[in-house]
């Protein structure tokens, strides 16, 4: 438990689309129908199904499906966190700009005196 894990969340979303965009791409790959000499289910001593990389051969865009509609809840917790930013920022302007009419200048020169 952190104490603001809704920040932490936000904060971690861009990352998180990132990543599951890369194993959506590398499950895409896995769907197309290529045999074990073109892409093979172990890379040396790594079994590949263990990150989520399983040829499903016939059935191959259900498992796909699934993780679009799961990478989803990242994108719009992406998205959250971008317009909470887009506020953020907004509302930094919008007090600079409230405190701007009562910055008063004056100038030292007198009307009428020309300048050397």
Do not use: H
């Amino acid at each position: 438990m952190m104490p603001n894990s809704r920040q932490a969340c936000l904060r971690s979303s861009p990352f998180l689309v990132l990543y599951a965009e890369a194993l959506l791409v590398m499950q895409y790959i896995y769907g197309l129908d290529l045999n074990d000499s073109e892409l093979p289910d172990k890379i040396e001593t790594v079994n590949l199904a263990q990150i989520g990389l399983v040829k499903y051969y016939n059935l191959s865009y259900q498992p796909l499906l699934v993780k679009i509609l799961y990478t989803v809840m990242f994108w719009v917790t992406l998205r959250q966190y971008v317009e909470e930013k887009r506020q953020e920022a907004n509302r930094d302007i919008a007090e600079g700009v409230m405190m701007e009419p009562f910055n008063i200048s004056y100038s030292t020169s007198q009307p009428g005196v020309p300048r050397p």
